[in-house]
């Protein structure tokens, strides 16, 4: 069996991303003793990623580099947003522990969208949010192997993600 639309994949990787000096620093790693699953063509993972490894086979392993208009998409400007203090208020949450700088929130926008967003500043009454992907504007670059492949489930294709080993269980 190949990578390709519909099939379950697991597999193995090291995601290296430029720092601000330009090195390649190993931000993620992915093992054999848990690897990744997922549907190909409905993962979620970037389409430069799922492109690069259509048509492998298991026991392939693969070396490639996304750049950010194929991965997350350029850094932008416009998702860096003021927010007035009064949303982050809710029942049961200190908010002096919710905001604190670097923290990752999730939210909902107005159409309901579930959004993360990183604070990046605290002012008196406003918080400034930065609602862009952790890794947008960067070139990703992957390394690893494919461990196995079989076909998806017609549940499994419907739900959207893997069940059983690796995937999620629903109760």
Do not use: C, W
């Amino acid at each position: 069996m190949k990578v390709e639309k519909n099939n379950v994949i697991s597999l193995t990787y090291s995601l290296r991303i430029p720092d601000s000096e330009g090195e390649m620093d190993v931000v993620e790693v992915v093992t054999e003793e848990d690897p990744m699953y997922f549907i190909q063509g409905i993962s979620g993972l970037p389409e430069g990623f799922e492109n690069q490894i259509e048509g492998l086979v298991a026991g392939d392993t693969f070396a490639f580099t996304v750049s950010a208009e194929e991965g997350y998409g350029e850094f932008d400007e416009d998702a860096i947003v003021d927010l007035p203090k009064s949303v982050f208020q809710m029942e049961d949450v200190n908010q002096e522990e919710l905001l604190q700088i670097g923290n990752i929130i999730p939210m909902t926008n107005e159409d309901g969208e579930r959004m993360h967003g990183q604070v990046m500043e605290i002012k008196d009454d406003v918080v400034i949010m930065n609602f862009n992907h952790p890794l947008a504007g960067k070139e990703m670059q992957f390394e690893g192997q494919i461990i196995s492949i079989r076909a998806a489930t017609p549940e499994e294709i419907s739900h959207g993600h893997v069940h059983g080993a690796g995937g999620v269980h629903h109760h």
